[in-house]
């Protein structure tokens, strides 16, 4: 196909997709007439997941047109922009997460949301209902000095918000005023500026975590980054330091290179130790990410606050149509290794029925693991909104290293739960968590493992589940996700994974992984996967793995 043929089959793409949509939103319309069927959500208002605009754009067809619309658009700037300011684009995209640092750990968007309410409140008093939106520089300025003390240049913060406006994160509404859009409005909290200025420690409590994993993103993800050249490459910590983790198992026995105050890049030799995550080097400290956030790196509560933000990768209630839960015995246990505070158990628990002691459809029997600062601060949560289950025993924390054996039962569990775990390590750590799965199953113990899996950027001519034909195996396996001209992988609108794919490596040496690298992985463990399923515009998978 000429490029002139490509450019408008993916303009027609793009019509056709916005036409799926409208259809969605006329035809599963609460309303009888066409006249009265929501608009697409506005840019300009708060996200709201439960308003009908939301639910109509959250359908599986309106995802799905969503993603194509996405795809072909990057597909489109990408053959049309200039090859430089392409480059430019990639090159000097730092600046977009640096700023939306800025816009988070001040507090912005709160004191957006606060002007807004105020000048809603004004409107309404004097019978207006007009009136422009946003606040000027120098007011957010002088709100953060209010209540921080810091002097931030009121210029200088115009130009950075006005690259994030630039972004469609933000609007100028008037030179140098900024208001909020519906994607900034995720990182409302719900607190008031001083109440965030005030305890920045408790921000991020009883919030969805999404202010805390853009706040995770932003900073030590985004400054690890910076060191993944020399990660990959095996610039070593100076001989003082130790790395204990099991993602960089050994030391070096030379003395290694410091870390370059250059861009001079110091490969290891092969009597070097495995590389070094790029988060170790880029903050000069030999203790493994977690055991860094708890000796106070980072506050722990915003760590896996921003771990709970990452449920917007899957769609609402993906865990539950991932397993046929219904098919378990009553009275089953459910273990879930690695499982945080428990968020996706309380997602299962309250689909089971186990929250209501009227009704206890199945009875199952969970166990959330975690290292023990996590548990901690599962039972406080649980303890808020679930202390019944916790008193009764249906819900049971449990200090856990998921490389150590597992805890004895008196009999092997129905269901393992990988969440968002495997992608923290490499290969040799990940293997060791399945085989300590492995060793604890019974021939009728199920393993999921819950993360992204990536599609490759071409079609899949020979794909298999680690190396057997898909059709006799399992089902789900998909050998491209669109077809010509968009990318195999639906390009742009797939990024989100290959960026997290990247963090991994950042942060532990660990990746998100193929479907190919999945299967070959649980089965080097004695694990067999039967069936991948995915939502409609996600690439968070759920495997079903067998004994």
């Known amino acids: 196909m000429s490029t002139f043929g490509t450019l408008r089959a993916l303009h027609a793409l793009i019509g056709d997709a916005i036409d799926d949509i409208h259809r969605v939103f006329t035809d599963e319309s609460p309303s009888p007439s066409e006249s009265y069927a929501p608009d697409f959500p506005s840019p300009e208002t708060p996200y709201d997941p439960t308003s009908p605009a939301e639910l109509l754009a959250a359908h599986p067809l309106a995802s799905a047109a969503a993603s194509r619309i996405v795809a072909a658009s990057g597909h489109l700037a990408a053959l049309v922009q200039k090859p430089f300011l392409v480059l430019c684009d990639a090159s000097m995209a730092h600046n977009l997460p640096a700023s939306l640092r800025l816009l988070e750990h001040m507090h912005i968007v709160e004191i957006l949301r606060d002007a807004e309410d105020a000048r809603q409140a004004h409107l309404d008093a004097v019978g207006l209902n007009s009136n422009p939106e946003g606040l000027h520089v120098r007011d957010i300025a002088r709100v953060i000095r209010q209540h921080s003390g810091a002097r931030i240049d009121h210029e200088r913060l115009a130009h950075t918000l006005r690259l994030l406006a630039t972004h469609h994160l933000l609007r100028e509404t008037a030179p140098d005023v900024f208001a909020g859009t519906r994607v900034a409005s995720l990182l409302d909290t719900g607190k008031t500026p001083g109440a965030c200025f005030a305890s920045p420690e408790k921000k991020y409590e009883n919030t969805d975590g999404v202010a805390a994993f853009v706040g995770l993103c932003t900073d030590e993800l985004f400054k690890s980054a910076a060191y993944l050249t020399e990660a990959f490459v095996g610039v070593q910590l100076p001989s003082s330091s130790t790395c204990t983790s099991p993602s960089c198992a050994a030391t070096a026995t030379a003395t290694p290179a410091p870390i370059p105050a250059t861009d001079a890049l110091l490969p290891a030799t092969d009597a070097d130790p495995d590389p070094l995550p790029a988060f170790n080097i880029a903050f000069q400290t030999a203790s493994p990410y977690f055991e860094w956030l708890e000796d106070g790196g980072r506050d722990a509560r915003g760590g896996d606050g921003a771990m709970t933000g990452t449920s917007g990768w899957e769609a609402p209630g993906a865990i539950l149509s991932g397993f046929d839960w219904h098919a378990l015995p009553r009275g089953a246990t459910i273990v879930d290794v690695g499982g945080g505070i428990g968020s996706t ?3 299962l628990a309250r689909a089971a029925g186990c929250t209501n002691h009227r009704d206890r459809d199945y009875d199952f029997k969970f166990v959330v693991q975690d290292r023990p600062v996590v548990v901690g601060l599962g039972l406080q949560a649980w303890r808020a ?38 992608h923290d390590w490499p290969d040799d750590a990940a293997r060791r968590i399945l085989l300590r799965l492995r060793e604890a199953a019974g021939g009728g113990t199920r393993l999921i493992i819950a993360d992204h899996v990536l599609p490759l950027a071409c079609v899949d001519e020979e794909l298999g589940w680690g190396g057997v034909d898909a059709g006799s195996e399992g089902e789900g396996a998909e050998r491209t996700l669109a077809s010509a001209p968009l990318l195999p992988n639906l390009g742009k609108a797939s990024a989100n994974a290959y960026w997290m794919d990247l963090t991994m490596h950042s942060m532990f040496n660990g990746k998100e992984r193929t479907l190919r690298e999945l299967c070959a992985l649980a089965l080097s463990a004695g694990w067999r996967v039967t069936r991948v399923t995915r939502a409609e515009g996600s690439l968070f998978g759920h495997l079903v793995c067998e004994p």
């Open 385 to 422: 909104q679930c202390a019944e289950m916790l008193e009764e025993g249906r819900v049971v924390f449990q200090e856990h290293d998921f490389f150590a054996p597992q805890p004895p039962r008196a009999a092997p569990p129905a269901v393992f739960l990988l969440r968002v775990v495997l």
């Open 345 to 347: 158990t309380m997602v």
